[in-house]
T-cell receptor, first 114, second 115 residues
């Protein structure tokens, strides 16, 4: 069974640009969550999608958005990039989400904003 | 709001020895799940062990075990017979038992294994 796949693995963007990150969950999993990991703030929840609907959202500005497709694949978009957006972005998938079901993580996308 | 605190940013242990990583959390909920995740240099978060709050028995997975003290809101991880492959960042995490899928992570503890 293939794991969670995130693409690309590395990305370098310039301030002001926008970026789209992709996450393919484990087959059959319907819940996809996104997290931002930085040395200063640690792991912070961005949002969670379940059956194409955003079910929960963290405390991030509106520049951060996402969506989920009918095949459960998810994309995360960051517009008007700032230097502080440089981070490792992790995607996690779980069968149904919530209720303690195990979350499986991808290897992340390392975004560097210059 | 729930919080997770790991008070040890870094720890070292001799190979084959036992080490305990500390974690405390704060919540007003009675039903929740606690996890320890491992993040090696490859960056992939790997679930090490999981504990349901309603279970009194401490979870065990091979060399990994937890000491879950619900009243004290404490959830420590014990690694026995430490191996070089155990070197990683370890995160303690909390997840509510309701539909909220958000996982709340501690800041992590970097574990070094000394040969």
């Amino acid at each position: 069974k293939a794991g969670v796949t995130q693409t690309p693995r590395y990305l370098i963007k310039t301030r002001g640009q926008q970026v789209t990150l992709s996450c393919s969950p484990i087959s059959g999993h319907r819940s996809v969550s996104w997290y931002q990991q930085t040395p200063g703030q640690g792991l912070q929840f961005l949002f969670e999608y379940f059956s194409e609907t955003q079910r929960n959202k963290g405390n991030f500005p509106g520049r951060f958005s996402g969506r989920q497709f009918s095949n459960s694949r998810s994309e995360m978009n960051v517009s008007t990039l700032e230097l502080g957006d440089s981070a490792l972005y992790l995607c996690a998938s779980s069968l149904l989400g919530g209720q303690g079901t195990e979350a499986f993580f991808g290897q992340g996308t390392r975004l560097t904003v210059v | 709001a729930q919080t997770v605190t790991q008070s040890q940013p870094e720890m070292s242990v001799q190979e084959a020895e036992t080490v305990t990583l500390s974690c405390t959390y704060d919540t007003s909920e009675s039903d929740y799940y606690l996890f320890w995740y491992k993040q090696p240099p490859s960056r992939q978060m790997i679930l090490v062990i999981r504990q349901e709050a309603y279970k009194q028995q401490n979870a065990t997975e091979n060399r990994f075990s937890v000491n879950f003290q619900k009243a004290a809101k404490s959830f420590s991880l014990k690694i026995s017979d430490s191996q070089l492959g155990d070197a990683a960042m370890y995160f303690c995490a909390y997840r509510s038992a309701n539909r909220d899928d958000k996982i709340i992570f501690g800041k992590g503890t970097r574990l070094h294994i000394l040969p």
